[in-house]
């Protein structure tokens, strides 16, 4: 067949490759001393990873049948491991089954952590925890990370007519998903090995004694591979064996357990913690200051040194405004579940009614967040990745060599020991953290100046500018994007209700007739949508949330969880009456 011909043609073109890259290494270094390890293995794995990207790239190119080029890698994404889809129906008890057992074994593989790493490492998507529901130094380190990368890119390639494929035909969104899936291993790579290579240092005590740095390295990454796919195929457990998406259940779960423990954690802040917010002033013994909003409080009140004249001067303050986990930051999460919540009920209801059974009518919903979550996910997971290179650009041994964007101020640069751009274009694009960030400097300069380091208001107001401006913009591009890839679109509503055997009073029963009508309304709510949920969540990171999460994961979680019980019901219904699963689009 052509597609195996070009199959064997892409090989040796990646053997040509990595045969090139081995021959030059040796010969430019053949004078170097290769008892050291840790060079000769970053090499092997980008010159590895480059040799699949061009494999990759020689499958699509060399396909020479019919339709997308994309169809070049179908062999490989035909054989490619993935979660078999059932066959019939799955009953409503094994689909709650499988999506809670799912989610304890996230949580149990989020305290699995990595073996031979280092306790000296540095977590450069600190920032990004809660919306990459992953856990520092575990194997579920890198989390959803890859697979929201991964989506961003298909849907940017598709939306640009990049990908030649049409997502409404069952062949063409089969590769689609596939290749996909092919993309979500690279990322895994490419997000693993300059955080191995850069941050995630191997432990002396294991390793260096027994097989080097270099292996030592390779094996965190080897972990790192596991874990993270590991996480793709829960995913699609979820997906396929149970209710809602894995990858929201898992942003949830992370975010809701952020939220408790910044709530009513009694882990005391420690001494150093409590000198860096200046809390020395207040109570005596300030570093055993409980860490959650409500006890923190009350430890504050019940322990003022100096009595009510301490509350009114500095406690009050404290209380409601300073960080870790001030009032404000409580009242403000507490805002959001019912900004979200009356959000998600606010909807655009379209009558139907049975083109056959008289007097059967209902309803198509069309909510105001249309869209759903997933445009601030991908949006903050884009970010999250601008954060991470501009930091490896920054001070990374070797990266920051390369010419004219290595360890260039302009692109970002940062403290040292910090993980949070100081300045340059990765700050101004970087989340802003609370109103520390922002309102208390711009209120009183000389009191909370220390919180923006050596930044000006002008600086100051440019970031909240840009930071808003990109988190709404990016979301309506997503949201755009995403319900074309999802069947969301006029074009592919028109085809489920008519399918069903619905139609609009007043109107034929005809899908270009349902589309021109259902184009008067989900194009403007889609970027209402996006706009909505972007505002939002920048607007819920610059009041600021509980715990060490933020306003974007907090919007997710509740509107996650909205969703989640809604797709429950909508399970039950289906479960007690089967004729409603053609509506719904099941089996």
Do not use: C
Request: hydrophobic share 50%; proline share 4%; net charge positive.
């Amino acid at each position: 067949m052509a597609i195996e011909r070009d199959y064997r043609k892409a090989i040796w073109v990646a053997i040509a490759y990595l045969a090139t890259m081995v021959i030059l290494y040796f010969w430019q270094w053949r004078d170097a001393d290769f008892t050291k390890f840790a060079d000769i293995s970053l090499f092997i794995l980008i010159a590895l990873a480059i040799g699949i990207s061009f494999f990759l790239i020689g499958m699509t190119i060399t396909y020479a049948g019919e339709g997308s080029k994309l169809y070049g890698l179908k062999p490989l994404s035909d054989r490619w491991p993935a979660v078999k889809k059932p066959e019939g129906h799955v009953r409503f008890r094994t689909k709650m089954l499988w999506t809670f057992g799912i989610l304890i074994l996230y949580f149990f593989l989020s305290n699995v952590t990595l073996y031979g790493l280092s306790g000296e490492s540095l977590d450069i998507f600190s920032e990004f925890r809660a919306i990459l529901a992953g856990a520092n130094g575990s194997l579920m380190h890198l989390g959803i990370g890859p697979i929201v990368t991964g989506s961003i890119i298909m849907q940017l390639f598709s939306g640009a007519k990049i990908i030649n494929l049409d997502l409404k035909k069952s062949d063409d969104k089969a590769i689609y998903q596939g290749v996909q899936k092919v993309l979500v291993l690279v990322m895994i790579f490419v997000e693993a090995i300059p955080q191995v290579y850069g941050y995630l240092e191997p432990s002396s005590d294991k390793w260096m004694g027994s097989i080097g740095e270099g292996w030592a390295r390779i094996v965190i990454i080897g972990q790192l591979v596991f874990g993270s796919y590991l996480v793709f195929l829960m995913d699609e457990v979820i997906s396929k064996w149970g209710i809602g998406s894995g990858i929201s259940m898992f942003i949830a779960a992370g975010v809701s357990q952020s939220i408790f423990q910044g709530t009513l954690s009694w882990i005391p802040l420690g001494t150093k913690t409590a000198e860096q917010y200046n809390l020395d002033r207040l109570v005596d013994n300030a570093g055993a200051i409980p860490a959650g909003t409500l006890p923190k409080t009350w430890y504050i009140l019940d322990n003022l040194s100096g009595g009510i004249r301490d509350l009114t001067s500095g406690g009050f303050e404290t209380i409601f405004l300073s960080p870790p986990n001030p009032l404000v930051a409580l009242l403000s999460t507490i805002v959001i579940f019912f900004v979200v919540a009356f959000a998600e009920s606010t909807q655009i209801e379209l009558p139907l009614s049975h083109a056959k059974a008289r007097g059967a009518r209902g309803r198509y919903p069309i909510r105001l967040i249309y869209a759903s979550n997933i445009p601030v996910i991908l949006m903050s997971a884009l970010l999250a990745n601008i954060n991470m290179f501009s930091l490896l650009l920054w001070n990374h041994a070797k990266i920051s060599t390369i010419p004219v964007l290595g360890h260039n101020w302009r692109l970002g640069f940062y403290d040292v020991g910090s993980t949070a751009p100081a300045g340059g274009l990765a700050w101004y694009v970087s989340r802003v953290n609370g109103l520390q960030a922002w309102l208390l400097p711009l209120i009183n300069w000389d009191r909370y100046s220390g919180y923006v380091g050596d930044h000006e208001y002008w600086q100051i107001a440019v970031h909240v500018v840009v930071y808003v401006g990109i988190m709404a913009i990016g979301s309506i591009l997503f949201a755009k994007f995403w319900i074309e890839t999802t069947n969301m679109g006029p074009e592919s509503v028109a085809q489920q209700i008519q399918s069903s055997g619905m139609r609009i009073p007043g109107f034929r029963r005809d899908p270009r007739v349902l589309k021109k009508v259902l184009n008067r309304y989900i194009p403007t709510v889609t970027v209402i949508s996006g706009a909505f949920v972007g505002l939002l969540a920048a607007l819920a990171d610059m009041v600021g949330t509980v715990g060490s999460t933020s306003g974007t994961g907090v919007l997710l979680t509740v509107g996650i969880i909205i969703r989640l019980y809604e797709q429950i019901g909508k399970e039950q219904m289906m479960e007690m009456h089967p004729v409603l699963r053609g509506f719904f689009g099941r089996e």
